[in-house]
T-cell receptor, first 114, second 111 residues
């Protein structure tokens, strides 16, 4: 299975600031995704991180608010921009393995916005 | 759009079997997953089943798939207190690759 390192693991941020979350995988993977889990809720897909091109965003999520980079096959970042308390959530990086259809998750970033 | 539904809560006694149920609507789903989330942690992949299978067993875990009814279940035999967590069902298709998650079932194991 892929080993995913996500950081920071948690942060407390001020309203109006931005936070960049990093996701590093120990092996090459086909696809990388970013999910959000709001308090007490299920996971919602934010976007698919595409290597070398713009991410593919789901309905309700836009690039200006959640810019994503994926410079190579093993690394991606998600930025939460101009944060408000409504952005307080767990943000999870996930990857699809090269060999099979298993989707693995990082340990998540617990974000609190004051 | 796609929808995945689960019951919100299940309570069992230690040593009993737990059965967590899930229904999905996407007929093109090619694989279905069960994930476990403990408090403050990420998601741990427990098991998965391809849509051309109707059962998969992995130690204490048994997954049953009724493709006709679009119903998936996870049975945990000899449930332990360490099994207390939220269990998410998710489905995916080869075209989209990302998963659609259910709302999660909180399993509480009473000693």
């Amino acid at each position: 299975s892929a080993v995913i390192s996500q950081k920071p693991s948690r942060d407390i941020c001020q309203r109006g600031t931005s936070l960049t979350i990093q996701c590093q995988v120990d092996s090459q993977v086909t696809m990388m995704f970013w999910y959000r889990q709001q308090p007490g809720q299920s996971l919602t897909l934010i976007a698919t991180a595409n290597q070398g091109s713009e991410a593919t965003y789901e309905s309700g999520f836009v690039i200006d608010k959640f810019p994503i980079s994926r410079p190579n096959l093993t690394f991606s970042t998600l930025t939460v921009s101009n944060m408000s308390p409504e952005d307080s959530s767990i943000y999870l990086c996930s990857v699809l393995g090269l060999r099979d259809e298993k989707l693995f998750f990082g340990s998540g970033t617990q974000l609190s916005v004051l | 759009g796609e929808d995945v539904e689960q019951s919100l809560f299940l309570s069992v006694r230690e040593g009993d079997s737990s059965v967590i149920n899930c229904t999905y609507t996407d007929s093109s789903s090619t694989y279905l997953y069960w994930y476990k989330q403990e408090p403050g942690a990420g998601l741990q992949l427990l098991t998965y089943i391809f849509s051309n299978m109707d059962m998969k067993q992995d130690q204490r875990l048994t997954v049953l798939l009724n493709k006709k009814d679009k119903h998936l279940s996870l049975r945990i035999a000899d449930t332990q207190t360490g099994d207390s967590a939220i269990y998410f069902c998710a489905d995916g298709d080869t075209g989209r690759r990302a998963l659609t998650f259910g709302s999660g079932t909180r399993l509480q194991v009473q000693p």
